[in-house]
């Protein structure tokens, strides 16, 4: 296979056009940077020194790419608003600060059979308004998100058949078949528990004006489009918060948000571009600033249209635009270092992954002189072709930079590309909508840090129409039984058997998994966990 040691005359000259976009909102140039991802992961927001006791911050502005998709946790599947959820509501079990599930509104659990999860809760919760949480409420919870098919999320939780409420403290969650996954799945955002009798008396709209939660913080105000603030819960049932105020503040546009934290406007950003890296890591004016390095399970991917009559339904279209496409030199290149050529949604970092799809050798199968041949043999001309290619701008890192290389490359082996490039908010609607015309680049993570969740993008009907379309019985078979197989084993050679298929198939073109690069302000250490978001148990004032 090819490696990508240099740059070849093709590949400089979509860098070239893509470093125009970069220069014209960085500040910077992307070419005068040497540093790597693997250079700055050693690097902590406390290279500034000692802080007095006097200046140890109590607040933090937080400036991030894109807005809540919703206050209703349960019609979302949003990243960030899942976090949003874990750090306002409860859930019956949670992630700890070394990625360990462990009990929330849950003390333990215990399976009763294959099918009912018995879990006891403890008796010291309150929600905001008073109300005191009881198992009323967890079987009031979980049932509205298994029962209600409008809400979004309602198909990874529809597996729960009721919930039975044992006494006041204990409940048994009843699915329709075996879940191995069930902590992970009541650890998500999207399993926030609702005060019941609040909820059925006031309705989703109240909630959504002001959400009755009962989590470490809660919701100050939120101003859509602008910023939303946190605030401690003084009932809190755990650890008290850290931060008398979190603010997170709503700044699309990656250049305006490095802008913000060099000159204080904000303490921490996410995604920081590679032309800025430098400089993000070399400031030393006022407190300083520093790059943060964080894992991700993010999959940077096109989803494709397979749909009869759109011009991916072909599968010889579909195998030469990944053929044409150097997935190294955008990671090595563009991304410098922050992503890892991939064929699989499912990443490295999460249990089930195929190994043989991932990496610079068996990830990228860049190959544009067989993708022009197979496109010969199956009959087209060169010209012939257009897709329609949707990307987004400063949602993920060097987005905007990856589509016009992806949309470059394609077009190199005579398929013509009309590049559309919109907003994170309107990526997001798209993407909720399933308004997906040809290909649609996208970058996933996985809520559930579970190679099943990952797999639903392709294998569960439900998922699949109105999106990609595709729908291959023998994948999704194989999908329904890794769903239910207890054992890990057999759970994880079904997932194998699944990415092998996806991959041959492509409904989707996996590119990279992405590191995240966050710019801290040297008052602050900032421990990131495997995803791509700021919580506020993640960062601590420097000492």
């Known amino acids: 296979m090819r490696k990508t040691k240099q740059l070849n005359r093709l590949t400089a000259a979509l860098l070239a056009c893509a470093m125009v976009g970069l220069t014209a909102c960085g500040g910077g140039s992307a070419a005068s940077t ?14 500034a020194g000692e802080t007095s006791a006097a200046e140890i911050p109590t607040t933090v502005v937080i400036g991030v790419s894109g807005d809540l998709a919703t206050l209703d946790p349960m019609d979302q599947m949003s990243t960030s608003t899942g976090d949003f959820f874990k750090s306002v509501g409860t859930q019956l079990y949670k992630r700890d600060e070394n990625f360990e599930l ?3 509104a849950a003390t333990g659990y215990e399976q009763i059979d294959d099918l009912t999860w018995r879990f006891t809760l403890r008796d010291d919760i309150n929600f905001i308004n008073g109300d005191h949480m009881t198992a009323d409420d967890v079987k009031f919870s979980l049932e509205r998100v298994a029962k209600d098919e409008s809400l979004v999320a309602n198909h990874y939780f529809n597996c729960i058949d009721h919930v039975d409420v044992v006494d006041e403290y204990t409940v048994d969650v009843v699915t329709t078949s075996p879940r191995p996954d069930m902590l992970s799945l009541v ?21 959504i004006q002001a959400p009755v939660t009962s989590g470490q913080y809660q919701l100050k105000e939120w101003i859509p489009d602008d910023h939303y603030t946190l605030i401690p819960n003084p009932d809190y049932y755990g650890e008290p918060a850290t931060w008398e105020e979190v603010t997170y503040r709503i700044i699309p546009e990656s250049s305006t948000r ?29 407190d300083g600033t520093s790059l943060v390095y964080g894992e991700t399970s993010s999959i940077l991917l096109m989803i494709l249209k397979l749909t009869e009559g759109r011009v991916c339904s072909d599968p010889a279209v579909r195998e030469a635009i990944e053929l044409a496409i150097d997935k190294e030199a955008i990671c090595e290149q563009l991304l410098q270092g922050a992503g890892t050529p991939t064929r699989t949604r499912i990443a490295s970092s999460v249990p089930g992954h195929d ?6 050798e068996n990830g990228n199968l860049y190959d544009p002189e067989k ?18 290619l949707t990307g987004s701008n400063n949602r993920y890192l060097m987005d905007n930079e990856i589509a016009q290389m992806i949309a470059a490359y394609i077009e190199a082996i005579g398929i013509h590309v009309n590049l559309e490039i919109v907003d994170s908010n309107v990526l997001s609607n798209m993407f909720s909508e399933k308004n997906i015309k040809d290909a649609f680049l996208v970058a996933l993570s996985d809520g559930q840090y579970d190679g099943c969740y990952p797999l639903a993008q392709f294998c569960d009907p439900v998922r699949t129409e109105g999106m990609s379309d595709w729908n291959n019985p023998t994948a999704v078979e194989l999908y329904q039984q890794t769903r239910s197989e207890m054992d890990e084993a057999k759970k994880y050679e079904l997932s194998r058997q699944i990415q092998e298929i996806c991959a041959e198939e492509r409904p989707q073109i996996a590119i990279a998994q992405l590191k995240a690069i966050f710019g801290v302000n040297n008052r602050f250490t900032f421990s990131p966990q495997m995803d791509s978001t700021v919580l506020p148990g993640e960062i601590s004032a420097a000492q």
């Open 258 to 286: 490095v802008a913000e934290l060099m000159t204080g406007g904000v303490d921490i950003i996410t995604n920081v571009p590679v032309n800025e890296w430098e400089r993000v890591s070399g400031n030393t004016e006022g």
């Open 371 to 388: 993708a022009k041949q197979i496109l010969a043999d199956a009959g087209y001309q060169e010209g012939e072709l257009t897709l329609e």
């Open 355 to 360: 190994e043989s799809l991932f990496g610079p």
């Open 102 to 104: 462990v009990g929330d």
């Open 187 to 207: 650890a998500m955002g999207s399993s926030t528990i609702l005060p019941k009798n609040w909820f059925e008396e006031n309705g989703i709209d109240a909630y």
């Open 34 to 47: 040497e540093t790597t991802a693997a250079q700055t992961s050693d690097t902590t927001a406390a290279a």
